[in-house]
Every structure is written in C-alpha cells, then in structure tokens.
C-alpha cells in the first residue's frame, strides 16, 4: 500500500523560507511521478505547484518558478520541495502526491495522480 507523509510546514514571513519533505512508503519515489499541489481556503485541492518525474526532470508553476525547487532524496525515498522567497500569497496547505504512470501533458493535473499525503500547513505572514 502506498503513503504519503508530507512535513516542514509551519508560520514565517515574507522572504523566507521553508523546505517540505514528502516521504514515501510502498513505492520508489524514483520511478513514480512526484507532484506538488496546494489549497487555499475556499479553493480546490488541485492548484499546481510543480512535479519531478521519474527521469529526475521538474516542472515548476510559472508563479513559483524561480523560488521553488523539487528534489529527490532517494536514500530516504522522499521528495523535497525546497521554497524560497515566500511570499503572503503561498499561504496554503501543501499536498504530495504520486502516481507510477502519467500521460503527456498532464503532470500539473491533480486529476492524474492516484496517491496523496495528507497534507501540511504553509503560513505566510506580510
């Protein structure tokens, strides 16, 4: 059975930073498509973040582009994501997620992917 287990939320100020870890269980992070998605309140769990693939390549949101960053630890199968910069606006809860086979073009489609965490808090304060 696959899990997700997201970590490294929490409260800061604009211009900060905050690291996410996804760690999973029951699948190699390394061959599944690894994505990022937020929500904010009133929204749906679907706002695309970015996702590293399982040839290591990642895709960014273009309003997060520059100051977040995914990264593979495979040593202790868990996916990062590195957030720099933050800004009021990133205020949301952060969701992982995962699926073994993604088609072209949908990899920022929550819709995709088959496993998800259960998400943790990002706060961001002006």
């Known amino acids: 059975q696959v899990r997700l287990a997201e970590s490294g939320g929490g409260s800061v100020q604009a211009g900060g930073s905050l690291r996410l870890s996804c760690e999973a269980s029951?699948?190699?992070?390394?061959?599944?498509?690894m994505g990022w998605f937020r929500q904010t309140p009133g929204k749906e769990r679907g706002e695309r973040v970015g996702?590293?693939?399982?040839?290591?390549?990642?895709k960014y949101a273009e309003n997060v582009k520059g100051r977040f960053t995914i990264s593979q630890d495979n040593a202790k199968n868990a996916v990062n994501l590195q957030m720099n910069n933050l800004e009021p606006e990133d205020t949301a809860v952060y969701y992982c997620?995962?699926?073994?086979?993604?088609?072209?073009?949908?990899?920022?489609?929550?819709?995709?992917?088959?496993?998800w965490g259960q998400g943790t808090q990002v706060t961001v304060s002006s």
């Open positions: 029951g699948s190699p992070v390394k061959d599944y498509c």
């Open positions: 996702f590293i693939d399982s040839d290591g390549s990642a």
């Open positions: 997620a995962s699926t073994p086979d993604v088609n072209f073009g949908q990899h920022f489609d929550p819709r995709a992917y088959k496993y």
